[in-house]
Antibody, heavy 121, light 107 residues
Framework: EVQLVESGGGLVQPGRSLRLSCAAS????????MHWVRQAPGKGLEWVSG????????GYADSVKGRFTISRDNAKNSLYLQMNSLRAEDTALYYC??????????????WGQGTMVTVSS | SYVLTQPPSVSVAPGKTARITCGGN??????VHWYQQKPGQAPVLVIY???DRPSGIPERFSGSNSGNTATLTISRVEAGDEADYYC??????????FGGGTKLTVL
């Protein structure tokens, strides 16, 4: 069964850091790009960041550029998101999503259940 | 930057056809993907590359894309189709971009 399981969310103060993880199973992880997509409470979907199969191509939304860093460990079938200088507007449910190909383009064909990040003092 | 515009809501009676639009400048030149999200659940891909359907998605779901409008069509709508629907594209200036979402209500 193809599965993505996120972890690492929680309550954090503004300006602090948090690292999200996504454990993948049921498919050949290093064949595909991976992404983080977030959804603020009651709001729509927002793409956060994506990484190609070999980490050769990486992209970020303007809203997180310079603060967030995406990475992956193909040996561990894992995706990560290091979030620094967190702001209240980063409060959201963060989804890990599998790309449909090895490149950053294309659809997100598998999603995890998400991990909640709340930024508040 | 590129903008995708969806109607906030669409209502349809059971058994009828629902059409959800996604507007964007020359969106017909881009590949459009559609997601269904039910309350409390993660999004599910229902249409990719304008009109392809992932395995397990009913044939009642179809897509088209031309000019400035992409359309998700749901035929013979069922109560279980009630959900939020999002369109998504990749654009060189905006990377991945989602529309604001459309709430489909089955009357």
């Amino acid at each position: 069964e193809v599965q993505l399981v996120e972890s690492g969310g929680g309550l954090v103060q503004p300006g602090r850091s948090l690292r999200l993880s996504c454990a993948a199973s049921g498919f050949t992880f290093d064949d595909y790009a991976m992404h983080w997509v977030r959804q603020a409470p009651g709001k729509g979907l927002e793409w956060v960041s994506g990484i190609s199969w070999n980490s050769g191509s990486i992209g970020y939304a303007d809203s997180v550029k310079g603060r967030f860093t995406i990475s992956r460990d193909n040996a561990k079938n894992s995706l990560y998101l290091q979030m620094n200088s967190l702001r209240a507007e980063d409060t959201a449910l963060y989804y890990c999503a599998k790309g449909g190909s090895s490149s950053l383009h294309g659809a997100f064909d598998i999603w995890g259940q998400g991990t909640m990040v709340t930024v508040s003092s | 930057s590129y903008v995708l515009t969806q109607p906030p809501s669409v209502s349809v009676a059971p058994g009828k056809t629902a059409r959800i639009t996604c507007g964007g400048n020359n969106i017909g030149s881009k590949s459009v993907h559609w997601y269904q999200q039910k309350p409390g659940q993660a999004p599910v891909l229902v249409i990719y590359y304008d009109s392809d359907r992932p395995s397990g998605i009913p044939e009642r779901f179809s897509g088209s894309n031309s000019g400035n409008t992409a359309t998700l069509t749901i035929s013979r709508v069922e109560a279980g189709d009630e959900a939020d629907y999002y369109c998504q594209v990749w654009d060189s200036s905006s990377d991945h971009l989602f529309g604001g979402g459309t709430k489909l209500t089955v009357l």
